[in-house]
């Protein structure tokens, strides 16, 4: 595809501090791809060179087991019963769930990497390999995982091949550790598996550089502009063209050949997941149908005339669900093939006739100018055939067939989340659909269809809830800002201090899918608590899309009501999963800009830096995915806490900490050299809630740091304590934990946290001035 | 299969070791036999009829309460003392047999589990049927869990109400 002309929207200077970020900028531009600077000691760290702080981390953190299975069935000694006792290979249930969850980290890593790989290989071959990596003026520190694990500045495209298959070959190994009779330790499956997510995070910031820079998406453009959201915002009228999946090729190939033929105005091009996000990074005109949650629903609807699927989180059903729609399905990666004619050298017209004159059941076409311009014209070509049919159920007919229900309640069981799919069921049978509005709406039923599978009479169910959906909530219009891309230089500089200190409680990050317990607004609830809280918050993915589909009493999204700037009240959408990058991508740059801690192969301090002082937590409320397990492993390892939902507990492992465990939270003080009594700060590294009422206050507790001022420790306190004492109804009854000495106590809850530290005798504590994990026992 | 001991959510299945079907009257003699019970109750009872009977369970024998996710306030506000966890806090607590427990005279031999999170509480339980030798679990939900080592059957409310009112009589 052709470049795009430079979006001056880009240009932040006219609203920025021009004189000190381009004094700063100059100085530090000196680290270049095989230039040689003064390097670290870990520059491409192989899979056994940071197990010392792996085992820093997990001494801490100890795994906490939860098997989903008791058995191993992975080599044919087995099936083994894993339950107290050992497998024929020799491994107990804890190296066997350790072993699970590298492969899943693997599996997910392999997502993104693949992904990575095929973004670079196409973008260097329309841009080439020396196109400059270049994310405008306020961004130097363009890829800080990079610099940290290469040890290099990545000047160009072609820079990126290296990296990648820096990533390929470290998988090589990892996903061998898996093999039967290879590792045998639960911690060095550990280990492992944080190298995995480590290497899961640098695959995903590989992509997203490359797909930014060669098509010009927003460069970490606070104002990028909001994008619209929701069913309601689809013009069914004309022909729809919906891409699900993550990869943004195909998608940019039906915006630009609309572009240049100029059909524009005459089609509707939508997605959902994070192919949704990117494309509408890639060009806003391009609409948000919604999170995964969506996706059954939406096929059901009949609403796309062409589907076009690439990869990741895509039904693996949905060849059968387009074709129960009439609806075309073009296959357009190599992950997902569907099991259709390769059409890829075909004559395009040849393509769009063999779809449309169901010749075929679908295409894949692994050329993403061709699939612009094959979906466009099948789409043209079915939406006139498509209005007369009918997709769905009329309300009276869905009365009549729930009225053969037998009540049986499996559907109930089936569900994840229990939901009471069998009452809404009844009460349609009675022409009540109230119930099946409350599964629709928030996505609280996110249309997995078990229930359908199960039902004894064959009872479309994923009709009935879509069709309730579209009659009852047809104003599903919502806005999100589009992805913005990696966090600015000069707004690391602005809240640096203000975050190590603590004045800034926190930055909080709401990533990840929708698996939610009951429905995303959830999440949008978080949000926007967070945000009236002063923190700032960051969000990608299926996640940022449920905060998009929650609005005020004004009728305002969360969008819409505060700035996209990375700062303390900012809602920063940053973009898709591969956008997830630049979250740990910050806390690299605080330690980088702020602290000035040197990067190139230097993970381990940079990473002991962010775990101390950078109060940052993530949240994955609906996390399903290996891609979500491997992130998430991923910034537990650069020190960043991680709170999921309930669902999350099926990983099999979590990194709890012990806080009745005074020893565990020893911490050295580097500006002394002295060992001494630390804080269980952040408390855990993963940590599944059981309740949205549960995870909020952890949410603020996981953001306090040893390294916080007094002023700072109050604020988290103050944030902590409020929160505890809404869900709880009490003062938090570990606060004593967090107060070092009366300068922490928060003016407004002094009286009764000083009757709780009286009553428990504590005794104030020293504060370490660099607390650190290095350089205690073993280092 | 009898539908009463089929888990309640069916995929929960783990494996050959399933738990115990028991009725209020083994449940009892499990309560009895036990050394330092403790009762874990989840926001699934949150307003509900069995937080009273919950209650008078724990009376009856001085069982200790551990509420989860946010069942603390629900149960507080029903005059029920407890002491917050989360779950998966007390679950990595129980399966450490060095842990005092939650009143500091050592680890629990018989944990007694209701109205947490289905799906979640039988991760939990599984957690403990694999590292935690050392003690019991019994669930007292409405809903069987295979991962338990012992549990009620699936009931309808009617029914489950009877086995807890059983289980708390004062004989």
Not at chain 1, 43 to 60: E, F, N, Q
Not at chain 1, 99 to 112: D, E, F, K, Q, Y
Not at chain 1, 119 to 147: K, Q, S, T, W
Request: proline residues 5%; negative net charge.
């Amino acid at each position: 595809m052709a470049p795009k002309p430079k979006d001056m929207k880009d240009d932040f200077w006219k609203s920025k501090d021009i004189k000190i970020s381009i004094g700063e900028i100059e100085e530090k531009d000196t680290k270049k791809m095989g230039e040689e600077v003064p390097m670290g000691p870990t520059p491409k760290p192989h899979v056994t060179d940071l197990r010392s702080w792996d085992m820093k981390l997990l001494d801490r953190y100890e795994p906490f087991y939860a098997p989903f299975c008791d058995m191993c069935c992975l080599c044919t000694f087995g099936k083994c019963d894993l339950t107290e006792k050992k497998g024929a290979c020799g491994i107990d249930s804890a190296a066997q769930q350790a072993r699970i969850v590298l492969l899943a980290c693997n599996i997910g890593t392999a997502a993104h990497a693949g992904h990575a790989r095929h973004l670079v290989d196409h973008l260097i071959n329309d841009f080439g390999a020396d196109y400059p990596i270049d994310l405008g003026m306020n961004i130097d520190i363009e890829a800080p995982l990079i610099r940290t694990l290469m040890g290099k500045k990545p000047e160009k495209l072609g820079d990126l091949r290296e990296v990648i298959s820096y990533v390929e070959e470290q998988m090589s190994h990892l996903l061998s550790a898996c093999h039967t009779g290879q590792e045998g330790s639960s911690l060095d499956f550990e280990s492992k598996a944080l190298h995995s997510g480590m290497m899961d995070d640098l695959a995903r910031e590989v992509g997203d550089i490359a797909q930014i820079v060669a098509l010009n998406m927003p460069k970490g453009d606070e104002n990028a502009p909001l994008v619209e959201l929701g069913v309601g915002t689809i013009d069914a009228k004309k022909p729809v063209v919906l891409c699900i999946g993550h990869n943004v090729l195909p998608g940019a190939g039906i915006m630009d050949y609309l572009d240049e033929t100029g059909q524009e105005e005459d089609l509707e091009v939508c997605g959902i997941c994070c192919a949704a996000i990117d494309v509408t990074r890639y060009n806003d005109r391009a609409k948000v149908v919604g999170p995964l949650s969506k996706q059954l629903k939406f096929i059901r609807s009949g609403i796309a005339d062409v589907i076009v699927v690439d990869e990741q989180c895509i039904r693996t059903d949905v060849l059968e669900e387009a074709l129960n729609k009439n609806c075309a399905v073009i296959a357009t990666t190599d992950k997902m093939c569907l099991g259709l004619p390769d059409m890829t050298r075909e004559d395009t017209d040849k393509i769009v006739s063999k779809l449309v004159n169901k010749e075929i059941p679908g295409a894949l076409i692994l050329d993403s100018e061709k699939v612009g311009e094959v979906s466009v014209k099948v789409a043209k070509i079915l939406a006139p055939e498509r209005e007369k049919l009918k997709f769905l159920p009329e309300l009276d007919e869905i009365q009549k067939m729930a009225s053969d229900c037998t009540e049986c309640g499996w559907c109930n069981r089936v569900c994840p989340n229990s939901k009471p799919m069998m009452e809404a069921v009844v009460a349609a049978s009675k022409g009540d659909f109230s119930k099946f509005q409350e599964l629709y709406e928030y996505d609280v039923c996110y249309s997995c269809g078990r229930c359908e599978q199960e039902c004894e009479r064959d009872l479309p169910l994923m009709d009935f809830v879509t069709k309730v959906g579209e009659h009852f909530v047809k104003d599903e219009k919502f806005s999100i800002r589009a992805g913005r891309g990696p966090v600015q230089d000069v707004e690391i500089r602005r809240v640096g201090a203000p975050l190590v200190l603590g004045d800034i409680p926190g930055v909080i990050a709401f990533v990840g899918c929708s698996n939610y317990p009951d429905g995303g607004k959830e999440v949008a609830e978080m949000a926007k608590e967070f945000l009236e809280r002063n923190y700032i918050v960051v969000a990608t993915g299926c996640g940022a899309m449920s905060i998009g589909e929650y609005k005020d009493e004004e009728g305002k999204t969360l969008y819409e009501q505060y700035s996209g700037d990375f700062d303390a009240r900012g809602l920063v959408n940053m973009g898709s999963c591969v956008s997830n990058a630049h979250i740990s991508g910050a806390c690299i740059k605080i330690a980088n800009i702020f602290a000035k801690k040197p990067l190139e192969g230097n993970f381990e301090e940079i990473a002991d830096y962010i775990l101390n002082r950078v109060g940052a937590c993530g949240v994955a409320w609906g996390a399903y995915s290996q891609k979500a397990a491997a992130i998430a492993t991923g910034v537990n390892r650069w020190g960043i806490p991680v709170v999921i939902g309930p669902h999350g507990s099926k990983y099999r492992r979590l990194y709890l900490g012990r806080a009745d465990k005074k020893d565990n939270w020893k911490i050295k003080d580097l500006r002394t050299g002295k060992i001494m009594d630390g804080e269980p700060a952040p408390e855990h590294l993963i940590y599944a809630a059981e309740t949205v009422e549960e995870s909020m206050p952890m949410i603020a507790k996981l953001c306090i740091r040893p390294n916080d001022t007094a002023k700072g420790r109050q604020i988290k306190l103050n944030h902590y304590i409020d929160l505890y004492k809404r869900y709880f109804g009490v003062l938090p009854p570990d606060i004593n934990l967090f107060v070092r000495n009366d300068k922490d106590i928060p003016i407004t809850h002094k009286k009764e946290v000083k009757d709780l530290l009286e009553e428990v005798g504590w005794e104030p504590r020293e504060i370490p001035q660099e607390p650190s994990l290095m350089g205690l026992d073993g280092d | 299969m009898n539908e009463r001991v089929i888990p309640w959510q069916p995929t929960v299945i783990a494996g050959p070791k399933q738990a115990l079907l028991v009725t209020p009257e083994t449940a009892e003699m499990m309560i009895v036999k036990a050394k330092r019970p403790l009762i874990v109750v989840g926001p699934l009872i949150n307003d509900n009829p069995a937080q009273v009977l919950v209650s008078k369970i724990a009376e009856k024998w001085n069982i200790p309460i551990v509420s989860t996710g946010d069942a603390f306030k629900s149960l507080t506000e029903a005059g029920v003392p407890s002491k917050s966890y989360g779950l998966v806090e007390i679950v990595n607590l129980l399966k450490d047999p060095e842990w005092k427990g939650v009143s500091g005279e050592g680890n629990h031999d018989l944990v007694l589990f209701i109205g947490v999170i289905y799906y979640m509480g039988s991760q939990g339980l599984s957690t403990l049927k694999h590292f935690a030798p050392h003690l019991k679990t019994l669930t007292l939900c409405k809903f069987f869990h295979s991962n338990a080592d012992a549990s009620f059957p699936n009931m309808k409310d009617e029914e489950w109400l009877k086995y807890l009112e059983k289980l708390a009589k004062i004989d």
